[in-house]
C-alpha cells in the first residue's frame, strides 16, 4: 500500500470518530428538516466544531423545547454522527470549547507568525425594536394604508445601530 | 601498548534473580542496578553475575528515543545469541537448578562496553533490562551451530505494564517534584536509581491533580511534555529522561567525519504532518447557565387540625445541580381559602458562591386561623340549646325553634372543620454548572492548502495557559517537519551517543545536524561495531 493511500485511509478514520467537541452558535429554532417532507420538526442549530465553515442546521438529538437547555448560543456540546452520517448534537459536553490561536510557519525563513485568533467569535446580535406604526393598539402588520411598522435596532448598551 | 585504533570490546552479563523468587526477600532488577553503581553491598551468590561474554556469538542492539507525539516511550532492546553446543544453557532442556536457570525470563542482563585496551572494569554499562519471553533454541546440521537466543528489553518495558493510580498533588506542586515522587512512590525506584533531569519550574494549577489509571512511565511522559522532555531509562538502569528540543546543542561534533561511513537520504514517498494542535485545560472554572426554568415543585394540604409544616425542595434528586436568582412562585395559596389556614414562605440555603442546591417552604398558623370563630360558634351552640325547641307563633301553630338554630351552628362548625388549604408552589431559577474551559494552541505551516493539510493533535491536561499551548504547538510542529528530513547514517560507533541526541558533521556554514531516532548495532568480538543511525536532519534552513 503506499503511502499516500495510507494517509488518506488515516484521513477517512479520522472523520469517523465517534464525537467530537463543538460549541452552539446560534439560537435553536424549530425547522421542518427533514427533506423528504415527513412534516417533522426538528431543533435545530449551528455549530462551530473547529474547521473554518459553521456546521448549519445540526439537529439536535434530544428533541423537544428541552433541547433548548443546552443546546443553546454559547455551549459546548457534543456531537455524534447519525446511521446518515450527518452530525447531531446529543448532550452538554464536559469542557468548553471556545475560539483557540492559530500561528503560521513559513518555512522559507523559519519564522512563526504572531499567533492570531482560530475559530469562530460570538457577537451579540443588536436588540430590534418595533416601533409599531403608529395606529391605536399598535400593529406589526401592513394594513395597506399605513405600511410595515418601523425597526429600530439597539446593541446590549441600547445605543442605536 | 596504546594505539590511536579503537578496539572495540563488549561483556555481557545475566543475573539470576529468578532464583531468589522464592525467598523472603527476593533479589529485584532495583539492587542489581545499584550492585551495579557499587551503591549495594553483596548479592545473594546464587544471583551471580555469570559472564556469557565467552559464550556470546553477539548481540544487536537496538536503542530507540521516546516521541510522545507518534510511538510514545520507547525502550532499548537487544537480542544475543549464545554458542550452546551441548545445550547446557537451554532454559527448557535443562531447567533450574541447572544451568538453563540464567536464561530465564525476567533475569537481569547487563551489557557493557569499551576499549580492550583500557580495564573493562571501568567500561561504562550500556544495556540494564530483563530477559523477555523464552529464549529461541537453533541446531544446525549444516552449519554445525548450535545457538540459543534471547531477547531482552530495558526497564521501560516492565514499568509500562504497571498500571495505577498517583496520589493527589494539591496545587502549586512543582513538575518536577511530581515526576520524582512518582518515580520514588508508585514505580518503587530508589532515589539514587533516579537521575531525571532539572525540567523547568511549572506547577500544577488544579486545585487538585491526580493521574488514573495509566503506567506511571507514562504518567512522567505526560508531566515532562510541557518542557519538551520524554523520560528514559539510561543504561546504568537509572530513571533518566531526554529532550526532543531540536535546537539544543550538539552532543559530538565531526570535523573532520572521522566516524561516518555515508549519510543517505532515502525518499520521502509523501508529505507528513504540516499542522499541530494542542489541546490544553484551563485551571479556572468557566461558569455555564442554562437558560430560566422551572426548578421544582411542591404542594401541601392544610385542615383545621393541621399545624405548620416546612416542606423541603433541591434542584434535583442528588441535591448537586446548583441553581441562582430561584425565585418562589406561588400557584396557589394556602391562606387563599374562604379562611385563612395561614401563610407561606421560603428560604433556600445559599451557598459560597450565591447560589443553592436546595431549600425551604415554611407553611405555618395553620390551625390558628379558624381558632377564634370557632371559639365564637363553640359558645354559639352552647347558648342555642338554650333556646326552648317549641315556639308557638299563632295560636295552635308549634314551630320548632331551638332545633334549627342548633343546626345553623353545628353546619357552621362542621363548615370550618371541613375547610382544607391546598398550597401549590413552584421554584424558579437560573440551573449553572461549572465546567472547565479548553485552551488551543494551533502551529501549521503556512501557505498549505486544506486537501493538503495534516493535522495532529496532542492533548495534555498540564497545559494550562494559551502561552503554553502555542509554545508546544511551535515546537512540536517544528520537530514533526524536521522528522521529515530523514537520513540515514552509518558510522563507527561512538559510545557517547545516544537516542535523541544530535551531533554535527563538518563545521562553519557547511555544518549540518542530525538529531538521532534510533542506534542499530551488532556487537561482535573482535568487529568494528558499525552502527546504523535513524537521523532527521535539524539543520537550519532544510526543509522537507
Redesign the interface.
Known sequence: MSGDLKQLIAREQNAIQQQIRGRVMSDPVQKNFDVIGLAEFTWVVDVDIGSDKLLRDVPVKINGPKARFYARVDQSVFLEKDAQGRYQVIRPADRVRQQGRICFLDEDDGIVSPTVPLGFDLIVRPYEFYKGNGLPGGSFYNDGVHGYPEITKLDQDGNEV | MLTQRRQPGFRIEIFDIRSTSGDPTPTRINQVVLFNLGLFPTLPGIVGPRDFTDDCVGIDVTEQAGDYVSQGIAATSITFTISDPVGDFDPVENPAPNNGRWLRQKNVIVVREGDEQVDDADWPITFTGAIQGQPGQDFNRTTLTAEITGKASSREVDFLRRIGTTRNFTQATTFEDMANEIAETDMGLDLDEINLPSFGTRFTAFLSTQFVDESFLTTIAKIMFPDGFMPRFDGDGRLSATSGLITKGNTRVYVDRELQVTIKRPIL??NGTNSV?ILG?DPNL?K?P??R?ELARASITTGFFSTGASIPVSWSDDKTQQAEDVEFVVLSSIGASPIAFGSESFAETIQSDGGSVEGEIEVDGAISAGLGLLSLLTGALIFSLAVPDAVVTAPGDVKPFGRTVTTFVMQAISFILGQAGRGEYRMEGIPY?Y????????????GIR?EDK?EITVENHLINS?TD??DA??RI??RE?AKQNIRTVEMIHDLVLEPDDIFAVGDGLDQRRYAIRTISRRLVRGGAHTASLNCFEVT??V?P
Open positions: 514517498e509523501f494542535e485545560l468557566t455555564i442554562q437558560i426554568q454548572e465546567v472547565f474551559k479548553e485552551i488551543r494552541g494551533v502551529c501549521q505551516v503556512s486544506s495534516q494559551q499551548a502555542d504547538a511551535e510542529l517544528r517537519r537550519v534552513g526543509r
